[in-house]
Nanobody, 116 residues
């Protein structure tokens, strides 16, 4: 059973920074894509950023230039560096790993709250 453990969420003031981490364990297959998604109350889950096993990245328009996604393939870990955080970045952030044959796996989520 694949396990995804997220960490790094918390409370931060507007303009501040946080780094999220997600470590995947019990992996028996190659991870094609790793990514971060988020969900705010009353809203659908949305893609924040993804990175492929070849290093190609994709970002939501709302976070471009502020967030950076990266991955360590040796550790099966994905990171999300979040800078210049805004009130609207407040959400539960979910880690996702995807394999083309087996589908998606999700973490349990970590809360990010941007508040003054």
């Amino acid at each position: 059973q694949v396990q995804l453990v997220e960490s790094g969420g918390g409370l931060v003031q507007p303009g501040g920074s946080l780094t999220l981490s997600c470590a995947a364990s019990r992996m028996t297959f190659r991870i094609n894509t790793m990514g971060w998604y988020r969900q705010s109350p009353g809203k659908e889950r949305e893609m924040v950023a993804t990175v492929t096993d070849f290093g190609l990245t994709n970002y939501a328009y709302s976070v471009r230039g502020r967030f950076t996604i990266s991955r360590d393939n040796a550790k099966n870990t994905v990171y999300l560096q979040m800078n210049s955080l805004k009130f609207e970045d407040t959400a539960v952030y979910f880690c996702n790993v995807y394999n083309s044959g087996l589908g998606s796996y999700w973490g349990q989520g970590t809360q990010v709250t941007v508040s003054s």
